[in-house]
C-alpha cells in the first residue's frame, strides 16, 4: 500500500500504519545496536522499572498505560528474550517483574538509543505543521470525553445494539 493510497482508509488503519513504520523504523536501530528482537513496547517497561524499581505486572501496567493483560503480554516477552525476571509477590498470585542481569547490562545502550530517539522524535515533530504528541494527547482526551463507539451510534442510530454509554465520570 503506498502512503498516499491512505487517505481513503479509515483512521485505525492509518494510524497503524504510521505505527508501523515508527516502530518498524526503531526496531532497525535495535538490531544495529546488536539488541536483536528487542521491541519498542519493551522500552516503556525497562523505563518504568529503573525509575520504580522491582514492580508488580499490574502495577507495571498502570504505570506505562497500558491494560494488566498487555503488560503481562509484554513482561512474558521479555522474560523469553532474559531482559526481565519473575518474582513471587507478597500475594501468591503477584508476580514481580525486574530487571535480569543481562538487561542491566544493556541498559548504557537502551539509554542512549533513548536519547537518541527522543532527540529524532522532536526533529520530526518540528516538520509538522502541529505536533504529532499534543494531538494525540488531545485525541485520547476526546476520546476519554465520548468514545468512538457512542460517536459510531450517534452517526448511525441503530447500527449498534445502544449499549454504547458514555464513559463513566
Sequence with gaps: MSDQALGGYPLGTRLRHL?????GDVAA???DLGLPGFRPRYVPVV???????????????????VTHSAASQ???????????????GADARQRIVRLSPRGEELLPVM???WDATVAA???????????????IEEAVEALGRRSMRQRIADAAPGLTS???GEPEG
Design 19 to 23: 505505527l508501523e513504520l515508527l516502530d
Design 29 to 31: 536501530v535495535y538490531d
Design 47 to 65: 523505563r518504568a522499572l529503573v525509575a520504580d524499581g522491582p514492580s508488580s505486572i499490574r502495577d507495571l501496567g498502570r504505570a506505562i498505560g
Design 74 to 88: 509484554t513482561v512474558a516477552s521479555m522474560v523469553k528474550d532474559d531482559l526481565v525476571v519473575l518474582a513471587p
Design 111 to 113: 539509554n542512549a538509543e
Design 121 to 135: 522524535a522532536a526533529a520530526f515533530e518540528a516538520e509538522l505543521p502541529y505536533p504529532l504528541s499534543r494531538l
Design 162 to 164: 445502544g449499549r454504547a
